[in-house]
């Protein structure tokens, strides 16, 4: 009865050996999640809106997709005097619908921005407190740059110059609307 000893030796090895192999796929399967976790939360965030110029109050973040025309975007503002009266030294980033897109040709009239002859924003003459506002850029769009804008009557965005056309470098991601 040997091979008998033999085969219920090996049994009770693997049997031995079991919790051992059971932490080991454990830690990579864990290693590996982490890594997923890791690289999504790079790629993503949950960005909570404070503004009254879009209607959502939550929205998910994705650093990786690229910008389409309708695409509400995140992104940090150009420094400028105005910006910082209003919105302090270090504002939030900004949320805003792209509008128009590298190679679309903005025209003005009548403080009425169109992007491809559509009408997409119309601008203020002043700020809400009070101050001049200077008309944004109008012309061909720059490739990897934006026109973006709001349906709120008082949204700061590329209809004003302090804002402009808002490029690939300053752009967070895209953004879904969550609540």
Sequence with gaps: MPAADASSSRAGRLRAGW????????LGTA???????????QTHALMINASPSLPHWAIWL???AVPARGDLILFDPPPSALLTRHFGVAP????KR???????????RDRTF???????AVAKVVSRFGEPLALGPTGIIPKGCYFVATDHKDGFDSRYAAIGW?????????????L
């Design 19 to 26: 919790p051992r192999l059971a932490l080991w796929a454990g």
């Design 31 to 41: 290693t590996l999640a982490l890594g997923a976790t890791t690289n999504f939360a």
């Design 62 to 64: 994705d650093r990786s």
């Design 92 to 95: 939030q980033p900004f949320g």
């Design 98 to 108: 792209v509008m128009g897109l590298g190679g679309d040709v903005v025209t003005e």
């Design 114 to 120: 169109f992007v491809g002859g559509k009408a997409v």
């Design 166 to 178: 808002i490029c690939a470098g300053s752009v967070l991601g895209v953004g879904r609307p969550v």
